[in-house]
């Protein structure tokens, strides 16, 4: 689930490169200087951007929404061309003097336009670059897994795969799922994402950052050392938080499924059995590792299936929590332009659930998915909605100031939507809305429910922080040259490792290539914004609940209709990129630093349990990590 926004390889994540060397004369060098000229400068850049934008958003969705051959050629076209009319006006831009420039709104918007700058000796590299980007991806979004011993019915990743993993409990049906998706997608990706290396590696090779990973990274402004300590810092802080839950989900499995499938020798757990593709959240293995069985779920599915919701039913749903903390409705453009389900089995589109905003001047804003009634769908519907909220609030409050019209860090934007969907899913309102009865049990059963309700939780937020953080961490490996082509998958595997404690269910050589069945690895959408994330939206809940005046447990926290909290939510976004994120982290929560203090407040009770969970099963904490791969 992510954010789109249009021009984000071209302004904000792919890498903002010189298309050509300009030999200033004195005249230019005088204006360069001169902050009148910049003032006008950027008024002109500006007036393009916002149309290009226009064409790149209208092309992108025209693409991912419906996967033609032609509309993929034109994709490909579009934004490249794109991106070197672009990357013209960044040559420029860097020789414009901001030191000169006293009005503090203009400065930023050089200082943002300047982020990621790499010089670029063949404009030919970049237009490469996009065509290798648009064949992985149509390569992935068509991939398809014919079921065993029948060649004629054949499956794609969304939704049925997806679903088998999520609710198969038969290892051999989820083993041929898991091997036969990477050997369907490894191979035809891999040479082509080598080549992809290799023109990074040629585009960065003479630059300030010397590889691409630290250009990509600069985009949180801060010094690369100060961000590599900061992400390893949180990664120290939480991993052994995690590790209570890994070795409590091992025992669980273990219990299941036998010791003929969990080997304890290593403490690794098999990763097709976490109920995922990706073994990425864990929350669709509940039924196995609920520390309750014997009280109700507060997976609502069957509740929304018996009300007879329709997934328009619950995008209203949605609607109506950000209204009802003050934020507006969503506008009807969104309303006749989004597709919430796969029109029909034989459309071809992209289903990764993605907001868009069209335009930087109007509320054009939509989102896409193959939704289905589910709980799931209810989540990410406020997920994504959070995206288009983002993108109005800051259109409005940063109007004529488009490079301001973005999150105050890519981890902000995913962060929006999951800080509303902590108080979405707590059983008080689920019990507003009907669909959980919560008052009316014991006090010996809420107690219970509170439990299985943090272990649903963790499954899914704590348990995915390292996948959040390694999944780059292997990107910038590649990148930076510390891991060759021929350690791609090894390394993968000495990650996963070293970082989650998962290992591959069968031998995996070097002739896979694993990463590629993830999405954002061929799409080239950067992730450690997830991981980031997964740490803000708690930061940004309790800040949210102080101003409630709540009076309880974090994880009991529900702001459903406070207009107090709405407001200071919105003041947030509305500041858009004006600021560096830091301050207005600041500002918001009264800290500048990210912390897990949010996330370890949040799971207090689960942790202490299972900690007595674990200890009373003589559970080992921890696992063999292999090449004890260090940050």
């Not at 051999?172 to 082509?192: N, S």
Request: net charge negative.
């Amino acid at each position: 689930m992510e954010r789109y926004s249009s021009c984000e390889f071209v302004i904000f994540v792919l890498v903002l490169v010189s298309a050509i060397n300009i030999v200033v004369s004195d005249n230019f060098t005088s204006l360069y200087n001169d902050p009148v000229f910049a003032r006008e400068w950027m008024d002109k850049y500006k007036i393009e951007m916002v149309y290009n934008y226009r064409v790149s958003a209208d092309t992108s969705w025209s693409y991912n929404t419906n996967l033609t051959v032609e509309n993929q050629l034109k994709y490909q076209s579009v934004m490249s061309n794109l991106s070197v009319v672009d990357l013209i006006w960044q040559s420029e831009a860097m020789n414009i003097n901001i030191d000169k420039i006293t009005d503090q709104r203009l400065a930023r918007e050089f200082q943002i336009f300047r982020i990621g700058n790499v010089p670029l000796k063949d404009e030919e590299l970049l237009h490469r670059s996009w065509e290798i980007k648009s064949k992985m991806t149509s390569l992935f979004n068509k991939a398809r897994v014919c079921l065993e011993n029948n060649t004629n019915s054949c499956l794609p990743l969304e939704p049925d795969i997806t679903h088998i993993m999520a609710t198969s409990r038969d290892p051999d049906e989820l083993l041929y799922f898991w091997k036969e998706t990477r050997d369907q997608i490894g191979p035809l990706i891999r040479p082509l994402y080598v080549e992809k290396v290799g023109l990074s590696q040629q585009m960065t090779e003479n630059s300030q950052y010397g590889n691409m990973g630290a250009a990509l990274r600069s985009s949180y402004e801060l010094a690369d050392a100060d961000f590599l300590h900061m992400i390893n810092n949180l990664w120290d802080e939480i991993r052994p938080i995690y590790e209570q839950l890994h070795a409590y989900v091992k025992h669980k499995l273990t219990v299941h499924y036998g010791t003929h499938i969990i080997d304890h020798h290593d403490g690794r757990i098999p990763a097709h059995l976490l109920g995922g593709m990706y073994a990425q959240h864990w929350a669709n293995i509940f039924d196995i590792v609920a520390p309750y069985n014997d009280v109700s779920s507060i997976d609502i599915t069957d509740e929304l299936i018996s009300n007879n919701y329709t997934v328009n039913d619950l995008a209203h749903l949605a609607d109506e929590f950000f209204q009802g903390i003050g934020l507006p409705k969503m506008t009807q453009s969104f309303w006749e332009n989004s597709i919430l389900e796969l029109p029909n089995e034989d459309t071809q589109m992209v289903c990764h659930a993605a907001a868009y905003d069209m335009s930087l001047n109007d509320d054009d804003v939509r989102l896409k998915m193959c939704g289905d009634v589910t709980m799931e769908t209810l989540i990410t519907l406020h997920h994504e909605m959070g995206h288009c909220h983002y993108f109005l609030a800051y259109g409005k409050g940063q109007f004529n100031y488009p490079l301001f019209q973005s999150g105050a860090n890519h981890g902000f934007h995913e962060a929006i939507g999951d800080t509303i969907a902590l108080s979405v899913v707590t059983p008080t309102h689920l019990q507003s809305l009907n669909l959980f009865q919560y008052d009316k049990l014991s006090y010996s059963i809420k107690h219970k429910v509170q439990i299985n309700f943090l272990m649903k939780q963790a499954l899914g937020k704590l348990a995915f922080l390292p996948f959040g953080l390694l999944l780059d961490r292997w990107r910038w490996d590649v990148f930076s040259g510390a891991v060759n082509e021929s350690q791609y998958n090894s390394h993968w595997w000495d990650l996963r490792v070293y970082y989650q404690g998962v290992k591959p269910p069968i031998d995996r050589t070097e002739a896979d290539f694993d990463p590629a069945s993830k999405y954002h690895i061929t799409s080239g959408t950067p992730y450690i914004r997830y991981f980031i994330s997964h740490l803000l939206q708690f930061e940004f809940h309790e800040t949210l609940c102080k101003l409630t005046n709540h009076n309880g447990p974090l994880y009991m926290c529900d702001i459903a209709g406070n207009r107090e909290a709405g407001k200071a939510f919105k003041k947030m976004l509305s500041k858009g990129r004006s600021e560096h994120w830091m301050k207005i982290l600041k500002d918001f929560t009264g800290s500048s630093t990210i912390t897990a203090n949010g996330l370890t407040n949040y799971f207090k009770p689960l942790i202490e349990w299972l900690k007595e969970e674990n200890h009373k099963h003589r559970v080992v904490i921890g696992w063999d990590d292999g090449k004890s791969y260090r940050h």
